[in-house]
């Protein structure tokens, strides 16, 4: 198997680089076409399903005997843009330095190629006679890389992913197993005051003076929260942009910001929501005229922990070991995905992070994968869906 399936795990990488699913400017059509092509030409049933102009999630799955949880591989076929800064051609795909190189390397048709690959072994065997049980689904979604990851969504409500099954999101950890994830929102923060003439401010309502006092008590207040968690740290807040003001001497009517915020057990989207609510009527407080209103503007991301003693966590932990060769062990990280996104609606505590590469090389110029990465979890994951699905004892 090993040889076969890291082959098709480099070659699918490189061929999905080459087709840009860029996001924004772009849609992931083309990915969607030729995801649909790969499942019909290993002899399975492709479903496509609209999710916005130009955007269709595409599932598969090979189906044994029994019944019970699936295994589904939830993976995102859209990419950041491009960008400026490479060195290279960002969609030739081309293989140098025992790397492939290319915007999506990492993040993630790396995973998505070496997923397909377990997938078209695991079809492979069957078709030669190995006896099958339960489910193996594949489902590629859209808009990922975007807050309110749209394609999850629609792949739960259309019942592609379900509160039993084990998730696996091939995002690039390095091949360690994720089980935890900081919640992570963002939220519109506006402040309206008056405007007047700067040489009498105290005729108008300063919105910038307002705002200004809410981002010092901001970031006051989270970095003294007592939580912190051992996998994924402490809670941080960015206040990442601020727009305010239109002229010199004029006093600001507004000023608008956007805050990302990363956080841990057992504080949840509310609890943020509040903090932020609190410090900003004590901005206003402070500054006589100001006003403001909050708001979230993504979909409730809250943190996820999933179940390291379930049945699939020890599935996932034993097949990294007679892998990889040694103890593996779980990993938190402080950004979100579909998998994330999937524990968050469904209740699950069975979605996981799994996957080649390194996340310090997504959304990056040049942009690249290590083949021996990718070839790994190749093994890793077609290893993982025969011990999922084949009867090994059976003749």
């Not at 179940?307 to 979100?336: C, H, M, N």
Request: glycine share 8%; aromatic share 6%.
């Amino acid at each position: 198997m090993d040889a076969a399936i890291e082959a098709q795990a480099v070659s699918l990488t490189k061929e999905l680089i080459a087709i840009p699913s860029e996001n924004p400017t772009g849609d992931e059509f083309a990915m969607a076409d030729r995801m649909e092509a790969f499942f019909r030409g290993i002899g399975l049933e492709a479903k496509r399903e609209r999710v916005a102009e130009r955007r269709e999630n595409v599932t598969a799955e090979i189906t044994g005997s029994g019944s019970g949880p699936a295994l589904v591989f939830l993976n995102h076929m859209d990419t950041v843009p491009a960008g400026e800064g490479w060195s290279r051609d960002p969609f030739l795909a081309a293989e140098e330095d025992e790397k492939i190189w290319g915007r999506g390397s990492c993040d993630m048709k790396g995973g998505i190629a070496a997923s397909l690959a377990a997938m078209e072994n695991l079809k492979i065997r069957i078709d030669g006679g190995a006896k099958a049980k339960g489910t193996v689904r594949c489902c590629m979604v859209v808009d990922e890389e975007s807050g309110c990851m749209t394609g999850t969504e629609a792949a739960i409500a259309s019942g592609h992913i379900n509160a039993d099954d084990i998730v696996i999101s091939c995002e690039p950890t390095e091949l360690a197993l994720v089980t935890a994830q900081k919640g992570a929102m963002w939220f519109e923060l506006v402040f309206s005051g008056k405007s007047a003439h700067a040489a009498a401010p105290h005729m108008g309502a300063d919105a910038i003076h307002a705002a200004s006092h809410a981002v010092v008590a901001l970031q006051e207040t989270v970095a003294q929260l007592p939580y912190e968690d051992p996998l994924l740290g402490r809670c941080t807040m960015v206040t990442s942009i601020i727009e305010g003001g239109h002229k010199t001497n004029v006093v600001s009517e507004r000023c608008a910001m956007q805050i990302d915020s990363r956080f841990v057990p057992p504080l949840r989207t509310g609890d943020i929501q509040e903090i932020i609510h609190e410090k900003a009527a004590q901005a206003c407080d402070r500054v006589s005229g100001v006003e403001f209103s909050l708001r979230a503007t993504i979909a409730d991301r809250p943190p996820v922990t999933a179940d390291t003693d379930s049945a699939g966590a020890r599935l996932i932990f034993e097949t990294l070991k007679e892998i990889l060769g040694a103890e593996p062990k779980p990993a938190g990280v402080s950004y979100y995905s579909d998998a994330g996104m999937a524990a968050a609606q469904t209740g699950s505590r069975n979605c996981f992070l799994l996957g080649p590469g390194n996340i310090e090389q997504a959304h990056t110029p040049d942009e690249f994968i290590e083949v021996d990465s990718l070839k790994k979890a190749a093994r890793v994951y077609g290893r993982l869906v025969e011990k999922f699905m084949l009867d090994e004892n059976a003749p």
